[in-house]
């Protein structure tokens, strides 16, 4: 199946059960997030709703199934960030290397310099010594996409009973003009 077989739309509050379905490996059997505890599906359907009112929420269907999916989000809460905007993506585990992600981050980039945003900034768990529960598979994928390290955070994660690293990375999209262009939010494009 090549890469012009995967579909991306819009995602929408009826997604959010398959959506959950992709994340809830990840917080049971990995260190890829620090959260604890999956969310309820309610919970995680607000999440989508909330991201949605600013920034894309996207998902990659093949064959007619959700496979993965990525959102932009807030940086930093304040107004002089309005230009940054952290990504995430997951991909469903039996669908990896199919080249899920890399459509998604570049629908999320298209979307983004739309919006006028200007950096995109992903927070990397990663670790020294790979384990059963972290490798560091996702600072080699955001590296190929064009993101370069900009600061790592030691052990200031915890689980699993092991610390792990975080790291930021980033990959500027657009012109850093003086004064830039007013960010538009995702629904008004």
């Given at each position: 199946?090549?890469?012009?077989?995967?579909?991306?739309?819009?995602?929408?509050?009826?997604?959010?059960q398959?959506?959950?379905?992709?994340?809830?490996?990840?917080?049971?059997?990995?260190?890829?997030?620090?959260?604890?505890?999956?969310?309820?599906?309610?919970d995680?359907?607000?999440?989508?709703?909330?991201?949605?009112?600013?920034?894309?929420?996207?998902?990659?269907?093949?064959?007619?199934?959700?496979s993965?999916?990525?959102?932009?989000?807030?940086?930093?809460?304040?107004?002089?960030?309005?230009?940054?905007?952290?990504?995430?993506?997951?991909?469903?585990?039996?669908?990896?290397?199919?080249?899920?992600?890399?459509?998604?981050?570049?629908a999320?980039?298209?979307?983004?310099?739309?919006?006028?945003?200007?950096?995109?900034?992903?927070?990397?768990?990663?670790?020294?010594?790979?384990?059963?529960?972290?490798?560091?598979?996702?600072?080699?994928?955001?590296?190929?996409?064009?993101?370069?390290?900009?600061?790592?955070?030691?052990?200031?994660?915890?689980?699993?009973?092991?610390?792990?690293?975080?790291?930021?990375?980033e990959?500027?999209?657009?012109?850093?003009?003086?004064?830039?262009e007013?960010?538009?939010?995702?629904?008004?494009?």
């Amino acid at each position: 199946m090549g890469m012009k077989d995967i579909r991306i739309r819009t995602a929408c509050g009826g997604d959010a059960q398959a959506l959950l379905e992709i994340y809830a490996p990840y917080v049971e059997h990995t260190a890829i997030t620090f959260e604890y505890e999956t969310p309820e599906r309610s919970d995680f359907r607000k999440r989508l709703e909330n991201t949605l009112k600013k920034y894309p929420y996207i998902v990659a269907e093949m064959d007619g199934e959700i496979s993965g999916y990525a959102y932009t989000g807030i940086f930093k809460n304040r107004a002089a960030y309005d230009w940054a905007a952290e990504v995430s993506v997951y991909v469903k585990e039996d669908k990896r290397g199919l080249g899920i992600g890399r459509r998604l981050y570049t629908a999320l980039e298209e979307i983004s310099r739309a919006q006028h945003i200007l950096n995109l900034n992903a927070c990397i768990a990663c670790c020294d010594v790979e384990d059963e529960y972290l490798t560091n598979g996702s600072v080699a994928f955001h590296s190929r996409l064009g993101y370069s390290m900009v600061g790592k955070f030691h052990q200031c994660g915890y689980k699993f009973g092991r610390w792990y690293d975080m790291v930021w990375m980033e990959k500027r999209i657009g012109e850093h003009r003086t004064p830039p262009e007013p960010v538009i939010a995702f629904p008004d494009l």
